[in-house]
């Protein structure tokens, strides 16, 4: 995987929070139904972006993404829901991005 990644996972992200938190929405705060329309279309660009990553298997891909989410998802709480993250937060994203980046990067046989 090279760094041009990145940016997918980047995109790939927002697609998929957004996507879910447009159902957090309507079962959880009461949104009307119509939220799912634009979370439904958000998961296909989610899963979309996700095939777009240059590697080999998609398992590793899908691993890489993972602290790309988990990062985003701490973004997202502090900038749409309002909620910063603690100091336990930071420590988890933190390792979960080291993770995501041994992988992306870490060095392969052929």
Same mark, same amino acid.
């Given at each position: 995987m090279? !760094? *041009?990644a990145?940016?997918?996972?980047?995109a @790939?992200?927002?697609?998929?929070?957004?996507g879910?938190?447009?159902f957090? @929405?309507?079962? +959880?705060? /009461?949104?009307p &139904?119509?939220?799912?329309?634009?979370?439904?279309?958000a998961?296909i660009?989610?899963?979309?972006?996700? *095939? +777009?990553?240059? #590697?080999?298997? @998609? /398992? +590793?891909?899908y691993? #890489?993404?993972?602290?790309?989410?988990?990062? #985003?998802?701490?973004g997202w709480?502090w900038?749409?829901?309002?909620?910063?993250?603690?100091?336990?937060?930071?420590?988890g &994203?933190?390792l979960?991005v080291?993770?995501?980046?041994?992988? !992306?990067? /870490?060095?392969?046989? /052929?």
């Open positions: 090279h !760094l *041009t990145l940016p997918y996972y980047i @790939a992200a927002i697609a998929e929070i957004g879910c938190f447009a957090w @929405a309507w079962l +959880r705060l /009461g949104k &139904v119509l939220w799912v329309i634009p979370g439904v279309l998961l660009a989610f899963a979309w972006l996700l *095939t +777009r990553v240059d #590697a080999q298997f @998609a /398992g +590793r891909a691993a #890489a993404y993972g602290g790309i989410y988990i990062l #985003a998802s701490m709480m900038l749409v829901e309002g909620a910063k993250p603690d100091r336990w937060d930071g420590f &994203v933190m979960c080291i993770g995501a980046l041994v992988i !992306l990067f /870490g060095p392969r046989a /052929g």
